[in-house]
């Protein structure tokens, strides 16, 4: 029996407008009616979380920045780990070397040194992906999505990463150049202590090794009293790889990297078509048929 269900959010519970459908909304009320827990589990930032769910009504517990946190529904943090100040700024080092555009996930909010780097990565990403569409319209929805992840414009790194309370959740680094990504990889697999993902084609996540999907939903059900055999877990790329392994219920969305589809137990519609939803009611009416 399903007791605990667990959802990534871009590329899963998110359609490609970064919203949440009613049919995904009224799925997760069903579940939650049944005494089901619902979990998001995401490489977003919480303010990020909340600023999406906030506008469903739901009110949900979430595993943060690829398990580096574990927030409560009020939002209290049970659980974090995150990367020292040296380790931070060696990880630094090799992004700047091979000028790739990153972001940086804190306690204190996620930063950026150059502001417009970051729009024009985002706008030729999207661009490459959908040539069709104009690309000032895609250049003011990407500033308006950058406004809307609160990030902070800093002029250095540095002081972040000399606070002797230094407490660096992840890395996000972005960039057309795919060879140019598995160099940084390569590169920063040498450094000790980090879990190296990605959550598409175009990006790069760092965190540190014990901040993965699959660690902090193994505690968060645990501390629940849930066992994973009970749990069910959603998501398209590689960095829910690890939860999608642990799970009795993986499910895999249509949108996912062929490689996802083949370890989940289970496939369902495109995050764009409810797959989500689809999921979880099929989930439901079969716990109901086997009762």
Same mark, same amino acid.
């Not at 800093?154 to 992840?170: L, Q, R, T």
């Not at 629940?224 to 993986?250: R, W």
């Not at 995050?271 to 109901?288: C, F, S, T, Y």
């Given at each position: 029996?399903?007791?605990?269900?667990?959802?990534?959010?871009? &590329?899963?519970?998110? +359609?490609?407008?970064?919203?949440? *459908?009613?049919?995904?909304?009224?799925?997760?009320?069903?579940?939650?009616?049944?005494?089901?827990? %619902?979990?998001?589990?995401?490489?977003? /930032?919480?303010?990020?979380?909340?600023?999406?769910?906030?506008?469903? &009504?739901?009110?949900?517990?979430?595993?943060?920045?690829?398990? $580096?946190?574990?927030?409560?529904?009020?939002?209290?943090?049970?659980?974090?780990? &995150?990367?020292?100040? =040296?380790?931070?700024?060696?990880?630094?080092?090799?992004?700047?070397?091979?000028?790739?555009?990153?972001?940086?996930?804190?306690?204190?909010?996620?930063?950026?040194?150059?502001?417009?780097? @970051?729009?024009?990565? #985002?706008?030729?990403?999207?661009?490459?992906?959908?040539?069709?569409?104009?690309?000032?319209?895609?250049?003011?929805?990407?500033?308006?999505?950058?406004?809307?992840?609160?990030?902070?414009?800093?002029?250095?790194?540095? =002081?972040?990463?000399? /606070?002797?309370?230094? !407490?660096?959740?992840?890395?996000?680094?972005?960039?057309?150049?795919?060879?140019? #990504?598995?160099?940084?990889?390569?590169?920063?697999?040498?450094?000790? &202590?980090?879990?190296?993902? *990605?959550? @598409?084609?175009? +990006? #790069?996540?760092?965190? !540190?090794?014990?901040?993965?999907?699959?660690?902090?939903?193994?505690?968060?059900?645990?501390?629940? $009293?849930?066992?994973?055999?009970?749990?069910?877990?959603?998501?398209?790329?590689?960095?829910?790889?690890?939860?999608?392994?642990?799970?009795?219920? *993986? %499910?895999?969305? $249509? +949108?996912?990297?062929?490689?996802?589809?083949?370890?989940?137990?289970?496939?369902?519609?495109?995050?764009?078509?409810? @797959?989500?939803?689809?999921?979880?009611?099929?989930?439901?009416?079969?716990?109901?048929?086997?009762?």
């Amino acid at each position: 029996m399903i007791k605990c269900i667990a959802t990534d959010m871009d &590329g899963t519970l998110l +359609n490609a407008r970064q919203e949440v *459908s009613e049919e995904n909304i009224r799925a997760i009320r069903a579940a939650e009616e049944k005494g089901i827990d %619902v979990v998001v589990v995401t490489g977003r /930032a919480y303010n990020e979380v909340r600023y999406v769910l906030d506008k469903t &009504g739901l009110k949900l517990p979430a595993i943060c920045v690829n398990g $580096g946190e574990i927030r409560d529904v009020e939002g209290k943090v049970s659980y974090s780990v &995150g990367l020292n100040g =040296p380790t931070a700024a060696q990880v630094t080092s090799v992004f700047e070397e091979l000028n790739i555009y990153f972001e940086l996930y804190t306690e204190g909010g996620t930063y950026t040194t150059d502001y417009e780097k @970051g729009i024009q990565v #985002l706008v030729d990403i999207y661009h490459t992906a959908n040539p069709s569409q104009d690309v000032e319209k895609i250049r003011e929805s990407a500033d308006e999505r950058f406004h809307q992840r609160l990030i902070h414009v800093i002029d250095e790194f540095e =002081p972040i990463f000399d /606070a002797k309370d230094c !407490h660096v959740y992840k890395f996000l680094a972005f960039s057309l150049d795919e060879e140019l #990504l598995m160099e940084a990889s390569e590169r920063l697999k040498k450094i000790g &202590g980090l879990e190296v993902t *990605s959550s @598409g084609r175009n +990006n #790069l996540e760092v965190m !540190h090794h014990e901040a993965q999907k699959g660690s902090a939903l193994r505690r968060y059900v645990e501390d629940k $009293g849930i066992s994973l055999e009970d749990t069910m877990a959603m998501g398209d790329n590689y960095n829910d790889l690890s939860m999608l392994k642990i799970v009795g219920h *993986s %499910v895999a969305m $249509g +949108n996912s990297e062929q490689e996802i589809k083949n370890i989940c137990r289970y496939e369902t519609d495109t995050n764009d078509e409810d @797959g989500v939803a689809k999921a979880i009611m099929k989930a439901l009416e079969q716990m109901e048929t086997t009762r």
